[in-house]
């Protein structure tokens, strides 16, 4: 392609002409994939909203239909001697500790596991051997409230949970097949994050995470399309050349 303007011509290789076109679409896809991701987000944000603004009941036939941190009341026992501690898991102001995971036996005899807080691991022992924490809880039938989430991931996790014979268990983000293992295939697959006014529960301060904001989305957006358009004006400068008599 040979293009004469005034005493210049723009005559880029076939190459450069394709490898531009490649990285253009590249970049403008991942610009409109961030725009939607916005949205997306947009909606995940006014489903949670809407979602704890109503206190529905929870049973297992609706449990995996709910979206992520409705607000939902649970009515059933606890069973204080099969609790897990989720180890290194920091607590809102960052000091190393444990949440503590109680089942509880719904009316369906279907069993939940209710997330009653973050609590130190440091009450007594050392730094290597840290005592574990007094989590008992009392087993009278109740109802309480909270909000319906996942299983906790981490980004990498070597080896498995950690499962053994001793209770309560001390794990490390165990996944849905290895905590079936302990309370059997009627454990539903999420959990319930217990409101902080419900008595018998520790360090509640929930975060509500949805990923990064819309404005973080449309920030990326900018960022690729402006990708794209430097790229548009690289390709023109470098083969825009004075032409030679």
Request: no cysteine.
């Amino acid at each position: 392609m040979r293009i004469r303007i005034g005493q210049k011509v723009f005559a880029p290789s076939l190459l450069a002409t394709a490898l531009t076109l490649l990285l253009l679409a590249v970049f403008i896809s991942l610009g409109f994939w961030q725009l939607g991701r916005a949205d997306e987000k947009r909606a995940l944000m006014a489903q949670a909203t809407a979602g704890q603004a109503q206190i529905i009941a929870m049973n297992a036939s609706i449990a995996n239909q709910l979206p992520r941190y409705q607000h939902l009341s649970v009515q059933g026992e606890f069973d204080s001697h099969h609790q897990i501690l989720l180890d290194n898991m920091p607590s809102a102001q960052g000091q190393p500790g444990y949440r503590v995971w109680t089942p509880m036996k719904l009316q369906d005899s279907s069993i939940v596991l209710i997330d009653r807080g973050w609590v130190s691991n440091g009450m007594a022992g050392d730094a290597r051997h840290p005592a574990r924490p007094q989590i008992e809880v009392s087993e009278q039938q109740r109802t309480i409230t909270g909000l319906i989430d996942e299983l906790p991931r981490p980004g990498i996790r070597a080896g498995n949970a950690g499962i053994t014979e001793h209770w309560p268990q001390l794990l490390n983000y165990p996944r849905i097949e290895e905590l079936k293992s302990l309370y059997g295939p009627s454990l539903q697959s999420r959990i319930v994050l217990m409101d902080a006014d419900n008595l018998e529960g520790f360090q509640r301060q929930w975060q509500i995470k949805q990923g990064f904001t819309p404005e973080r989305h449309l920030a990326y957006a900018v960022q690729w399309f402006g990708f794209a358009i430097t790229l548009v004006v690289i390709y023109i400068v470098v083969n825009l050349k004075r032409e030679i008599s």
